[in-house]
């Protein structure tokens, strides 16, 4: 890749510091969490998960997994849930994977392999960073749920259920924030 190249990718990749995750906006939270900030809590979580499981897990591979699997939305935005009825999944796919074409050379196709680790859960790496970016929403509304009052949120834990995670020290968190969540709801 020349150095023009790699500011182009740099320059790229920083859109996503800037860029609302849409499905927080959608439903009334004024000043959401950046595309770049869920994948900053990915990685954290996903390095803490890597501690609990008992499969080897190359730290390298998830944090890079994790720092990437969000990249293709510098191109075509963070598309929100309810939108995906309107656009299939293999129509959302296909438009990340042609935003991952524009990386060039090997670094493209190194990315690449990365991300289809993540989408296509090949690795335990892909799968564990898979469970953290289902998890890091969660947690994150949570804390919305609690910092704003905003109980327009709930689809997101209607639409979750423990069978969603691969790995069980993800489905502890989630069972315990689950718990916790009840216990502040009730008056």
């Known amino acids: 890749m020349t150095p023009e190249q790699t500011l182009d990718l740099l320059l790229q990749a920083n859109l996503l510091k800037t860029m609302p995750r849409t499905g927080w906006l959608i439903r009334g939270i004024v000043q959401p ?21 008992e499969e080897a897990i190359d730290r390298e591979k998830l944090l890079s997994i994790a720092l990437l699997h969000d990249l293709p939305e510098s191109h075509i935005t963070d598309i929100p849930y309810p939108a995906l009825r309107f656009i299939t999944p293999q129509a959302k796919r296909t438009a990340e994977e042609r935003a991952l074409e524009d990386i060039p050379g090997s670094l493209g196709d190194e990315f690449r392999q990365l991300w289809l680790d993540f989408e296509d859960r090949r690795t335990p790496e892909g799968r564990l960073v898979r469970d953290a ?23 997101f834990w209607d639409n979750t259920d423990p069978t969603h995670f691969e790995y069980a020290a993800s489905r502890e968190i989630f069972a315990l924030l689950c718990r916790q969540r009840e216990k502040e709801r009730k008056p």
Do not use: K, M, P
């Open 33 to 53: 969490e950046s595309v770049a900030e869920h994948s900053y809590g990915v990685a954290f979580l996903s390095l803490v998960l890597a501690q609990a499981v």
């Open 133 to 155: 970016d289902r998890l890091e929403l969660l947690i994150q509304a949570y804390i919305y749920e609690q910092s704003t009052g905003n109980r327009r949120l709930g689809e």
